[in-house]
């Protein structure tokens, strides 16, 4: 941590413009959830299941035995994949035969099928300082010394699990390695876990050239400048510091 701070100093003061006021170290917190969530293995459509759904919605076919004859295919294996397509569900039996879903129409338009798998599970960290969701695993950063204050401006926030599956919906669609990608469809569960708290730097700055007072905050979390936190100390603290400035000079 000392090394980083001199790091930090050494990038602002590199401005000769500007002088470092005041410099805080304190910490933030971020809720950590254990997330379950359903998902489905959706595969490049193969040639017999694109055949049987295009029989399917060409002719009336009821028996597996009449594919099988067509087709060259031994009828278990024909029998088998009429389950798994009624499982899934791309087709259903109705009075003249086996018959398309809307969703059947969809995938054989799209050559596609999904195959369910069992759920998963993962970690997501939510800041409210921030309202902002993140995968946990994307988190390295140590968490901050239990000696540190919290943040001067805290935020109530509150879990939402449409943005906690949005967040899924685009960071959990893993290419496969067979033409086939793993698909997150739903929230199963969303347990809050507990608060892990991550260290920030903050300075206080003056650009005398300038006139102006501005703040800085160094996310460890983000390993960046923290431009949100920044803006909230600023629009609450920048008079003050001036203020303080003209009372020194009298």
Request: net charge negative; aromatic share 10%.
């Amino acid at each position: 941590m000392d090394n980083l701070r001199m790091e930090l100093r050494a990038t602002i003061t590199s401005n000769p413009d500007v002088s470092i006021v005041n410099e805080q170290l304190w910490k933030l917190p971020i809720v950590l959830y254990d997330v379950g969530f359903d998902q489905v293995k959706r595969l490049k459509m193969d040639i017999l299941m694109k055949m049987l759904l295009l029989a399917f919605q060409e002719a009336d076919i009821r028996r597996a035995a009449n594919l099988s004859e067509m087709l060259f295919v031994e009828e278990l294996f024909i029998s088998d994949l009429i389950y798994k397509m009624q499982r899934i569900g791309l087709i259903r039996l109705e009075k003249t035969g086996y018959k398309l879903t809307p969703k059947g129409h969809d995938y054989l338009e799209k050559g596609i099928f999904d195959e369910e798998m069992e759920g998963g599970q993962t970690v997501i960290s939510y800041s409210a300082i921030h309202d902002e969701y993140r995968l946990a695993r994307e988190d390295s950063s140590e968490e901050a010394d239990e000696a540190l204050g919290i943040y001067r401006y805290p935020i109530k926030g509150s879990l939402n699990k449409d943005r906690i599956e949005q967040l899924l919906f685009k960071e959990g669609v893993n290419t496969g390695e067979e033409n086939f990608q793993t698909i997150i469809t739903g929230i199963t569960s969303c347990i809050e876990q507990k608060t892990k708290y991550i260290s920030c730097v903050e300075f206080q700055l003056y650009d005398d050239k300038q006139d102006i007072f501005f703040s800085r905050v160094w996310n460890l979390l983000t390993s960046s400048w923290d431009e949100i936190v920044e803006k909230q100390i600023e629009a609450r603290e920048v008079v003050k510091w001036r203020k303080a400035m003209e009372e020194q000079s009298v």
